[in-house]
């Protein structure tokens, strides 16, 4: 809980500058190994003072919305459009950043052991407590316990003496880092034959792609902005030169701190300084005990990403379950203003009291993002306990998860650098303050500094790729697309089973859908195509490096077929029944035909009224012949009703049996995906995704109009795609 007289501007410090001086400091020297020593001093610079004048307006946003404050509520002010976005991208960011700490600490803790308890002796090193030890997993679980009694605290405020002693260990780091670059400890031990051959060339300045590069890893580094609400809601006497000051003190003392680590770690070792500058060490005790340091460190700062990240999910549970309280109130007014006039001689009167329930109910649901807003003001900054300890548990054990499957810190410091972090500290708070702040001045015009340096920081980093194929390779991948989207199979059981039918409410179905589809696609397209470049194959997992993460993205994919498979086979299966049935109806109606022309010959001989029975049978013969004929219509009016009825169930499960045995077994013989896809894309999805429905649409509607204009469009685009990209699949096939 917060205190009456609210927290200290010494505490407000020490947290916002215990978040800031984290895992990412162990990079900044090799972050000066790709950009030169100037260079990088220049930058660090740079990212400081943004992130100090991001901080600035996150604060005065902060406190013209009032306390509690939240990047919920400064958003919610500004761009209401956006703040479940803003909410889930902060408590994604948070998310991943204290996901780095639980590996950094196991990662630490094993090398440290591995220098103690290794001896080299297979007797000693097989031994099942020591290989307990250096076991990465252990330490995961024991970083997990680490972090358990510093997780469930509510306040920044009481967090204070944790960050104070993780900054005592901060200053243990830097000053070993000192000692080495200035010759106190042999950073070359082991080297004998070159004392010197670990270390590189220092230089000012390098390439400029180099340069750019390692920009995430400076943003990073100084990312706390999601920490800032905190301390504005329990600062005593709040200010904003009192927010200011706290601020200042906070960047200007991480500033120094990563100056002299990233300056001096660079100066050892030059060219040569690796990604993470405890691997240049030389394995001793000093090291040894600074490793168990930064485990201890990381410890303490866990908690600092935790609470943002909790904070972030809070808000966003409960406009769910607001939003979901007032949905649930509108359908039951609905439902009871329909069955009380049908009650009682009173029902009049109750059916319009309870419409004006359900208008209000409706305008509720209009508003739902401000009745969030009031709640949120109305109610503690804290969670209720029920929600505090569920949302604590689920971060910590699917952050427990990750780090047991994720052995790779660079990828997610990269990642979180290029994205979550450019995005809380740069485009967030300049994007936010100009949508609060109605006037021109000083402020604002660094505000949309802050947001353009954003935006180029973020899109600077991307890879090059390039915009452009050939023509015959372009053509050649035509069928992937055109299959990514093949749905059309479906849309029929859809018609048949939404309720209050009209086309307006399947377009939106249809729109939703395809809408979904187009961003999932786009986002796995570019963001897979800008990994790997021209280097990328017909299936992106085979890219991938078989590790953890990626045997695990495999399981869920088999999961997500699986579940994928029934809405291929449910159309297929209505298919076959249609077919099955008209070839069964006309099989009956021969079969009918042949015996009826058969009694009739056998009559003419027997008795003398064989006559009037024959010309009778020639009759029903007749029309069924005229039957014959028009099975077709018959065989419409036998899958109307089937559609009712639904297939017998003899009948289904025979043809889902022969389904399922013929999938299987071509699975069994067919080892490429890329060709089925390839070739089902080129006729099956283009002829059901644009050759049919164009050619429907013609048949069917008489008049000429727009519509049925572009129902020409798409028929002829759909001619057009089988026999082009089948010429360039199989030409390229045959080339191979």
């Not at 997992?541 to 078989?546: A, D, I, S």
């Not at 076959?576 to 079969?591: D, E, G, H, P, Q």
């Not at 429905?693 to 795609?721: C, E, F, N, R, T």
Request: proline content about 3%.
């Amino acid at each position: 809980m917060e205190s009456k007289k609210g927290s200290s501007i010494a505490s407000g410090v020490i947290n916002l500058a215990n978040t800031i001086v984290g895992a990412g400091m162990l990079g900044l020297p090799g972050a000066f190994g790709g950009t030169g020593w100037l260079s990088g001093m220049i930058l660090i610079a740079l990212s400081a003072m943004f992130s100090a004048h991001g901080l600035v307006l996150l604060s005065k946003a902060a406190c013209l919305t009032g306390r509690p404050s939240s990047f919920y509520s400064v958003a919610l002010a500004s761009v209401p459009k956006y703040t479940i976005l803003i909410d889930l991208a902060v408590a994604l960011k948070c998310f991943g950043v204290a996901t780095g700490y639980l590996i950094t600490i196991s990662d630490s803790m094993v090398d440290a052991l591995d220098h103690v308890l290794l001896t080299g002796d297979p007797e000693n090193d097989e031994q099942l407590i020591i290989t307990l030890l250096i076991s990465r997993h252990f330490w995961v679980v024991g970083a997990l316990v680490l972090v358990l009694p510093f997780s469930f605290y509510r306040t920044l405020d009481e967090l204070k003496k944790a960050s104070a002693l993780a900054l005592i260990f901060v200053f243990m780091l830097a000053g070993m880092i000192v000692a080495y670059a200035n010759g106190i400890a042999d950073p070359c031990m082991g080297n004998d034959e070159n004392a010197d051959s670990c270390r590189g060339e220092v230089e000012p300045f390098t390439n400029v792609s180099s340069t750019i590069s390692k920009v995430p890893i400076f943003v990073f580094a100084f990312t706390c902005h999601q920490n800032i609400f905190p301390i504005v809601n329990e600062i005593s006497s709040l200010s904003q030169s009192r927010l200011n000051i706290v601020i200042s003190c906070s960047i200007g003392l991480a500033l120094v701190i990563f100056s002299v680590v990233a300056l001096e770690g660079y100066r050892t070792y030059g060219s040569f300084v690796r990604g993470d500058i405890l691997l240049n060490y030389p394995e001793n005790s000093q090291v040894t005990f600074l490793r168990i340091c930064i485990a201890f460190m990381l410890t303490l700062h866990y908690p600092l990403q935790l609470d943002p990240s909790r904070r972030c999910i809070t808000s966003l549970v409960k406009v769910i379950m607001n939003w979901w309280r007032v949905k649930k109130q509108t359908k039951v007014g609905n439902v009871t203003s329909m069955k009380l006039p049908g009650d009682h001689s009173g029902g009049l009167e109750m059916k319009q009291e309870e419409t004006l329930n359900t208008g209000k109910a409706l305008k509720e649901g209009n508003l739902y993002y401000e009745n969030s807003q009031n709640d949120e003001k109305q109610q503690k900054v804290d969670a209720d306990d029920k929600l505090f300890y569920m949302i604590t548990f689920s971060f910590l054990s699917l952050s427990f998860i990750l780090a047991m499957i994720v052995e790779d810190l660079g990828v997610i410091l990269a990642l979180v650098g290029a994205t979550g972090s450019t995005l809380v500290s740069y485009v967030l708070p300049g994007l936010i303050y100009i949508k609060i702040y109605p006037h021109m001045d000083l402020s604002k015009l660094l505000a949309y500094l802050q947001l353009v340096v954003g935006i180029v920081i973020a899109d600077s980093c991307r890879g090059e790729v390039e915009p452009f194929t050939n023509v015959s390779s372009t053509i050649s991948k035509v069928p992937i697309f055109v299959f990514a989207f093949t749905c059309h199979q479906n849309i029929f059981p859809i018609v048949n089973e939404i309720s209050s039918l009209s086309q307006s409410r399947l377009n939106i179905v249809i729109s939703c859908s395809i809408g979904l589809a187009l961003v999932i696609f786009s986002v796995v397209a570019l963001e897979g195509y800008r990994t790997y470049g021209s280097f990328v194959r017909g299936d992106i997992l085979l890219n991938y490096p078989e590790n953890s993460q990626v045997t695990f993205l495999r399981i869920c994919i088999a999961f997500m077929l699986a579940l994928h498979y029934p809405l291929q086979l449910d159309p297929s299966r209505r298919c076959i029944t249609s077919l099955v049935k008209v070839i069964m109806n006309w099989w009956r109606v021969k079969k009918q035909t042949k015996v009826g022309n058969g009694t009739s010959t056998e009559l003419a001989a027997d008795h003398l009224s064989g006559i009037e029975m024959k010309q009778e049978e020639s009759v029903e013969t007749s029309k069924e012949l005229r039957d014959d004929n028009s099975y077709y219509e018959m065989s419409k009016q036998n899958e109307n009703q089937a559609n009712m009825d639904f297939a017998d169930d003899r009948l289904f499960y025979m043809i889902t049996v022969s389904f399922l045995s013929l999938s299987f077994v071509l699975a069994m013989l067919v080892d490429d995906l890329g060709v089925i896809l390839a070739l089902v894309g080129a006729t099956g999805s283009t002829l059901v995704s644009y050759v049919l429905p164009g050619l429907i649409y013609i048949k069917i509607y008489p008049h000429m109009d727009l519509s049925k204009k572009m129902a020409y469009l798409q028929l002829g685009v759909g001619i057009i795609i089988i026999p082009l990209t089948l010429y360039f699949i199989l030409t390229k096939q045959v080339a191979h």
